[in-house]
């Protein structure tokens, strides 16, 4: 039987609309639950820290956060507005890429990745 690759997910919702701490949080919590099924989240949020310490535009922030988008196998759309969440969205639908708008609903089309050994 063949290994199967993790299914790497991006994980798109609100940063700077409403509570930036909690949008953080939430986004990784989402990373966490899916990590815990042996998915591989990619997190945009995080970069709030690296921010934090060298400031870049939002252009840039797009920039790094869309080329990782391409490299993902799904979308994970949180709740919420998000101008931002929106573009991600459209350009992952614009490149084929499936977005969900819950991890259930992932689960259902890919499965639970933990009884499985992965590469």
Known sequence: ???????????????????????VKA???AADM????GYIPFV???THFWHMIYPHSYEF???????????????LRL????AGSDAETKLA??????????IDSILHDFGDFTSVRNI
Request: glycine share 8%.
């Open 61 to 75: 922030w797009c920039e790094q956060d869309n080329e990782w988008l391409l490299v993902c196998n799904v979308v």
């Open 93 to 102: 639908e614009e490149h084929g890429i499936p977005v969900y708008y819950d």
């Open 79 to 82: 709740p919420g507005e998000s």
């Open 27 to 29: 986004a990784i919590h």
């Open 34 to 37: 899916l990590t815990t099924c």
């Open 1 to 23: 039987m063949g290994e199967r690759k993790k299914i790497k997910v991006f994980v798109s919702g609100p940063y700077t609309k409403g509570d930036v701490a909690q949008n």
């Open 44 to 46: 945009p949020h995080l």
